[in-house]
């Protein structure tokens, strides 16, 4: 196989194929594990080097040698996705899988995940700073507000934009388990508002910009009129972000995105 003018091994060049193609499936947002063939010992179909990718639908790219032992590193792979953990599984080919080569092969799978979506509920100041430092640090991000233009002044070109209302735009959003939340209104209505409905969701971080004064006025709230337990308020992080004498709006958000991201990484630990 000639590329670029240079002769490369066939096998060589679908593993060229496979690692070019890594950072199209990452840019679209695909997760996928690879896995990477590390040792081989004695008599096996593809040896160390050997590459493939396995995606959560169980299809796969390139190969590690076919048969039994593909399926079981797919089977492998697609739990592997599941859990955003790397692990290493060693395979003896006959004890393990029935094959006739006899040998073993150890297979590294690393699991490159979604990036994690940011819903920004306000695109003041302080917003459109945690928003700037989020995306460089691997979060799809999103704006909600209701001041349409604010859009023009955002400077994050693969940011989202939904306008409308804070509280009526919720249901159509698509939060999960992996949504981060932070919120930065410029109303303390629809700041305790939004917490006292978003606390509800099963979402992986919540976070309000407050004052301690502020916070307890919306637990006590919230507590009165048997809208959130206890529990539910205390998975919110308010006041957000990692304490330190923060004072201007990038400061405060270099504050809120450190917390994302130690929540985030926390999740693969």
Request: proline share 4%; glycine share 8%; with cysteine.
């Amino acid at each position: 196989m000639i590329r670029d003018g240079i002769f490369v091994p066939l096998y060589k060049y679908f593993m060229f194929d496979i690692i070019f193609q890594l950072s199209e499936f990452q840019s679209n947002n695909i997760p996928f594990v690879l896995c990477t063939i590390i040792e081989s010992v004695g008599s096996t179909p593809r040896k160390a080097g050997a590459k493939m990718l396995v995606f959560a639908d169980g299809s796969s790219k390139g190969t590690i040698g076919g048969g039994a032992i593909e399926q079981k590193a797919i089977e492998d792979g697609v739990q592997c996705l599941k859990t955003g953990k790397p692990v290493k599984i060693r395979y003896q080919l006959e004890k393990d899988l029935s094959m006739q080569c006899g040998g073993s092969v150890e297979i590294f799978f690393e699991p490159f995940l979604c990036k994690p979506d940011l819903y920004i509920f306000g695109a003041g100041h302080v917003g459109r700073e945690v928003g700037f430092y989020a995306e460089t640090v691997g979060f799809n991000i999103h704006f909600v507000d209701f001041r349409a233009n604010l859009k023009d002044n955002l400077n994050i070109p693969n940011a989202v934009f939904h306008e409308g209302n804070f509280i009526e735009i919720i249901d159509n959003l698509k939060l999960n388990s992996d949504s981060y939340i932070v919120i930065a209104t410029p109303s303390h209505e629809s700041d305790r508002d939004l917490v006292l409905k978003l606390a509800q969701y099963n979402l992986a971080y919540i976070g309000l910009i407050a004052s301690n004064r502020k916070v307890a006025v919306i637990q006590k709230y919230a507590i009165d009129n048997q809208i959130l337990t206890e529990d539910q308020l205390a998975k919110i992080n308010m006041p957000i972000g990692i304490p330190f004498r923060a004072e201007t709006p990038r400061e405060i958000a270099i504050s809120i995105v450190a917390k994302l991201i130690d929540v985030r990484n926390s999740k693969l630990v």
